[in-house]
């Protein structure tokens, strides 16, 4: 398994996405709306990786707009779109913006646009829950 880390452009929020295929192979999407165009965000996911998520306490923020269904995480303190996440099933599930936690496996590739519009709520669960993947997020203390 391979892992690759990043952060926030502050440093608060670190990343670890735990991968069974080359990061070459992974999906690299640019979702359309207008929140994700405004960050610049590249995301990927995959259900057989996982990401781990480790902020120092509140240090996130959790937004929500649209159909109010997914928790977009944000750096409280530089900014930074980092995650998308979802419950579903009793599992937390995630996305990750590579380009917000630079994570330079990915540089180079022109994420495929993608446009979900013209999904029903339905829809749009179903393909989060094949795509995405398990999500651990973890709060953590400040060290003495």
């Keep these: 398994m ?3 880390t990043g952060q ?13 295929y080359p990061p070459s192979i992974l999906p690299l999407r640019a979702c359309q709306c ?3 165009r405004a960050h610049g965000a590249a995301t990927t996911s ?3 990786s996982h990401l781990h998520i480790e902020a120092a306490p509140g240090a996130l923020s959790h937004y929500r707009f649209g159909r109010r269904a997914v928790d977009f995480l944000i750096c409280r303190t530089c900014g930074v779109y980092v995650a998308s996440t979802i419950e579903a099933d009793g599992e937390r599930l995630a996305t990750l ?6 994570i330079q496996d990915f540089a180079g590739r022109t ?3 993608a446009d979900y519009d013209h999904e029903t709520d ?3 669960l179903v393909r989060r829950q ?7 997020l973890v709060e953590t203390q400040p060290s003495a």
Excluded: K, S, Y
Aim: hydrophobic letters at 40%; glycine letters at 10%.
């Design 97 to 102: 913006n590579v380009n917000g936690v630079g």
């Design 111 to 113: 994420p495929e646009p």
């Design 46 to 48: 995959h259900p057989e």
């Design 122 to 124: 339905d829809e749009r």
């Design 2 to 4: 391979t892992q690759l």
């Design 8 to 20: 926030c452009h502050c440093g608060a929020v670190q990343v670890v996405l735990e991968l069974v």
């Design 34 to 36: 207008g929140f994700c």
């Design 130 to 136: 094949a795509r995405w993947m398990p999500l651990i």
